[in-house]
């Protein structure tokens, strides 16, 4: 369903609805790990506009040796479509600092995701508002050394609808979300899992 305002020196606005996992996510376990709680409308997304999206991450992560890390960091996220006709550029730019340490204070050591490539997106709803996935690979910079090309699968809830926007003389369709608070989980592939475990790196999406 969509809520349609219309003005006389407005472009066309539709207050759209969450997003969700019209795509698997980079391993056998479900988008971003996380289990549909409510039902959610999905629909792919190809030119969806974020001007900035960020947040930090408080998660617990147990690798397969059962040790359990606190993993703390940051994260960011731009979304501009039109980079994708520039050569070598990706429409979405997803960049990650993940921190952990043992949860009896040993190992501290860091890591980065950069170098994201998108692979598939969508959108959907659900009651507690817009569910957004991208899909990719990225390069994923652990203690032991750097791993290129994995999977990565970016899963976020937030109180933020999409809103689409109409450009009245051109016609051009303009979808953007802004955060409004809500949650992320990213989920990385097996490759490094003995770093991440099997469950995603869980964080907070920023009001902006």
């Known amino acids: 369903m969509y809520i349609v305002e219309v003005t006389e020196t407005s ?14 996510g980079p391993t056998t376990n479900s988008t971003a ?21 960020g947040g930090g991450f ?7 040796d059962n040790k359990t890390w606190i993993a703390t960091g940051n994260w960011d996220l731009v979304s501009q479509p039109s980079n994708a006709n520039q050569s070598n550029s990706s429409s979405v730019i997803f960049n ?11 190992g501290d050591h ?11 997106s969508s ?9 957004i996935v991208f899909n990719g690979t990225a390069a994923i910079e652990t203690d032991v050394g750097l791993y290129t090309d994995v999977p990565v699968s970016i899963k976020i ?35 490094v899992q003995d770093h991440f475990g099997k469950t995603p790196v869980y964080g907070n999406v920023k009001r902006e």
């Open 157 to 191: 809830y937030d109180q933020g609808p999409a809103i689409v926007s109409i450009d009245t003389q051109t016609n051009e369709i303009k979808p953007q979300w802004i955060p409004r608070g809500g949650t992320i989980g990213v989920l990385i592939d097996e490759r």
């Open 96 to 106: 990650a600092t993940i921190n952990m340490r043992g949860t009896d204070n040993s």
């Open 33 to 53: 790990g996380q289990s549909n709680q409510s039902s959610e409308s999905t629909s792919p997304i190809g030119s969806l506009i974020i001007d900035h999206a």
């Open 11 to 24: 472009p066309i606005i539709s207050h759209a609805q969450d997003l969700e996992n019209a795509t698997s």
């Open 123 to 131: 959108i959907g709803s659900t009651e507690e508002g817009s569910v």
């Open 58 to 64: 408080t998660s617990l992560q147990t690798d397969n």
């Open 110 to 120: 860091e890591h980065k995701i950069s170098e994201f490539k998108l692979t598939g």
